[in-house]
């Protein structure tokens, strides 16, 4: 299990401390570390829409990755997942995916879905996509695009994920 928890001033130097493999490097931003992509989309917010910035602590507090949560037209964009190196294939990614989806069914932004593409190549995020409960749906700029419906028809007590 991971904690989403918000980069600011009191985190933003263990944020940075996050590192992948040289060969995952592609598979989430253009350099290391992930989280200096994160904090300057967070500034600049690319596309017109608003970017959170994300540290994911496991149980005890260990800091074991960052990733960006974009919010507009209706729906949340998970990107820049990156789970350090030190720390993966232990699910970490998975319950990243989760802990998100719990966050934008619990915010009242008339968001309808939780979305994000990753490269052809990465099937560990597939993999983690896939076990939160995404849905592969078609393919955006050469990537697997993966979906999830944010049902708000139901009260916020039904709609939490574990």
């Not at 540290?55 to 800091?63: F, H, I, K, P, Q």
């Not at 720390?87 to 319950?95: D, K, L």
Request: aromatic residues 6%.
């Amino acid at each position: 299990m991971v904690d989403l928890e918000l980069i600011d001033a009191s985190n933003w130097r263990e944020a940075l401390e996050v590192r992948v493999d040289d060969d995952q490097v592609a598979f989430v931003a253009d350099c290391q570390p992930v989280a200096l992509v994160v904090l300057a989309k967070c500034f600049v917010q690319p596309d017109d829409r608003r970017w959170e910035p994300f540290l994911l602590r496991d149980s005890v507090g260990t800091v074991v990755g960052v990733l960006a949560l974009t919010h507009g037209g209706g729906s949340s964009e998970l990107r820049h997942v990156a789970i350090d190196a030190r720390h993966q294939g232990r699910g970490f990614g998975t319950s990243a995916v989760k802990a998100v989806a719990h966050r934008v069914r619990s915010l009242d932004s008339g968001c309808t879905e939780l979305v994000v593409s990753a490269h052809p190549d990465n099937h560990a995020a597939h993999a983690a996509y896939r076990s939160a409960g995404l849905v592969e749906n078609g393919e955006r700029d050469g990537e697997p695009f993966w979906r999830l419906a944010i049902d708000r028809s139901t009260s916020p007590e039904s709609r939490r994920m574990d």
